[in-house]
């Protein structure tokens, strides 16, 4: 996947875009939203294959020190609404597909495999909503 061409002013150091994500973090958290956003990609973006993993305590102190956040909890719960607005959830299990949505991605009838859960729902999906057009069915349920 190529990078997208900047369009915007080269002193501005990030591609600027609007974003549901970017809207209710600030809603939600204020400017401090908005920064733990930035710092946590600039973050990621250094990280070997853009992953950390914050199992250990010092690991997690760490990243907490890093992006600049002392309240854990708040930390956390921004991560979790990150991820609710970027990946496409399995509308059975709610666990994390392997597709990769924007907010201005619109799909329609399309069939939502969870790697999880191992069953494929057909959606239709818009502004970041999930509807379920087709469940699937006992039989698939029981493989
Ligand atoms: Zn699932």
Known sequence: MGRPQKHDVDYFP??????????????????????FFTNLLRFLALTPDHYYCMQEEHDRLNFFAEIGIQDEEKGLAMIELMVKTDWLLCPVCQSKSRTRIRTDTTLTNFPLFCP????????????????????????????
Do not use: H, M, W
Request: with cysteine.
């Open 14 to 35: 990030f591609f600027a875009k609007r974003g549901k994500t970017l809207n209710i973090l600030q809603s939600k958290y204020g400017l401090e939203g908005i920064g």
């Open 116 to 143: 999880k859960c191992k069953q494929e729902t057909l959606v239709n999906v818009k502004q970041l909503n999930t509807s379920i057009i087709k469940e699937p069915d006992a039989k698939a349920q029981s493989q």
